[in-house]
């Protein structure tokens, strides 16, 4: 419960209450599932903790699209070498077949600064 809360909170922009939610939610269930990972990067990202949200992006084994694309959304604003825009088309694709940036408009922020700041970044890295 606390993990979803804590996502609701990251589309509202309340990433600092959010942060501390899925921390919480980790302590109380020391074996928590990969997705948990998710929550907590994009908590960071919204919070423009970017060196966080790569370390908690970068422990989830096999990221969705999503996670994936959160996690190139960060390397991009910390300026860090990415993956070749063929490459990430890739493995968007490869994960679901219908993926097409146009998903991205999709994804329920509740402030806009925060969606246009997340298309900018994936700008950046290449995948728009």
């Given at each position: 419960m606390l993990a979803e809360m804590a996502d609701a909170l990251s589309w509202q922009g309340n990433?600092?209450?959010a942060i501390e939610q899925i921390q919480r939610a980790?302590?109380?269930?020391?074996?928590?599932?990969?997705?948990y990972e998710w929550s907590l990067g994009f908590a960071y990202f919204q919070n423009r903790q970017y060196e966080e949200a790569v370390?908690?992006?970068e422990k989830i084994a096999d990221p969705p699209n999503n996670a994936y694309l959160l996690l190139v959304a960060s390397q991009a604003l910390l300026k860090r070498a990415i993956p070749p825009h063929e490459e990430?088309?890739?493995?968007?694709?490869?994960?679901?077949l219908r993926w097409t940036p146009e998903h991205l408009e999709?994804?329920?922020f509740a402030k806009p600064d925060d969606q246009q700041r997340f298309l900018d970044a994936l700008?950046?890295?290449?995948?728009?």
């Open positions: 990433a600092e209450k980790k302590k109380i269930n020391p074996k928590y599932p990969e997705w370390a908690a992006l990430i088309m890739q493995r968007l694709l490869s994960k679901g999709e994804f329920p700008r950046l890295a290449g995948v728009l």
